[in-house]
């Protein structure tokens, strides 16, 4: 199971596999495009959480954003808010290859496709602050990233079963701070979450944060089959 969100909260974490949760509803509808849009809130006591799946018509690909909301009567501490978090396929972790890129900024390695086999002991997380896996060009290293956006990493990867000739590609539609870790975290392999880097902020009561939005796809065959779903 995924805990489908994640957030801290006066220094505890609350995720969607958390206890104490009440389900508040749900409502599908289609869109103008012909997309699905659903919408679940759960609440305890301190938050709501509204999370909304967007389903695309003809195609392997889903967008979901959460919407966090004080319910309680003070000020509520909250940091590290994640808008993607999924578990995926944990026992074949040692069957997977995670691709993913450098970024797109003015660096000597820039935008350089890199395969990494995965593990069920495999960790890492890429957070736009590190530094440009640069590549030397005459004996130098030229250039750095800009700390945000795509700037370290183009903010995209992709997990593929190369044997089974499939897999899933993950997005994400900010040009802030960002973070996505990848592998055995929160108790074991196959994680995938994306989440505001460094996020802190006060929310009053009555208030609500709106996180920025992520895709996931699915798809068969190898990377050009990948790249035509995303394009």
Do not use: H
């Not at 849009?37 to 909304?52: A, M």
């Not at 996020?199 to 068969?220: C, I």
Request: proline share 4%.
């Amino acid at each position: 199971p995924s805990e489908e969100f994640r957030v801290v909260v006066n220094g505890t974490a609350y995720t969607g596999i958390s206890k104490g949760w009440f389900w508040k509803g749900g409502e599908a509808r289609v869109l103008s495009q012909g997309e699905i849009q659903l919408v679940v809130i759960l609440q305890n006591d301190l938050l709501k959480v509204q999370k909304t799946y967007v389903v695309y018509p003809g195609t392997g690909i889903i967008r979901y954003w959460v919407e966090y909301q004080n319910l309680s009567l003070g000020t509520l501490l909250v940091s590290q808010p994640y808008f993607l978090t999924l578990r995926l396929r944990a026992e074949d972790a040692d069957k997977l290859t995670l691709y993913y890129m450098t970024g797109g900024g003015s660096f000597s390695g820039s935008q350089i496709l890199k395969p990494v086999a995965l593990s069920k002991e495999y960790a890492r997380t890429f957070d736009t602050t590190d530094k440009a896996e640069r590549v030397q060009l005459a004996g130098l290293n030229l250039g750095e990233a800009m700390p945000y956006g795509s700037g370290a990493y183009m903010p995209w990867f992709c997990i593929s079963d190369l044997a089974a000739a499939e897999g899933l590609f993950a997005g994400l539609d900010y040009y802030g701070r960002w973070a996505a870790e990848i592998g055995n975290y929160f108790g074991g392999p196959g994680y995938l979450g994306f989440r505001v880097a460094g996020y802190e902020e006060e929310l009053a009561p009555g208030k609500s944060l709106l996180t920025p939005q992520a895709f996931t796809g699915v798809f068969s065959g190898d990377l050009d089959s990948m790249v035509n779903q995303l394009k």
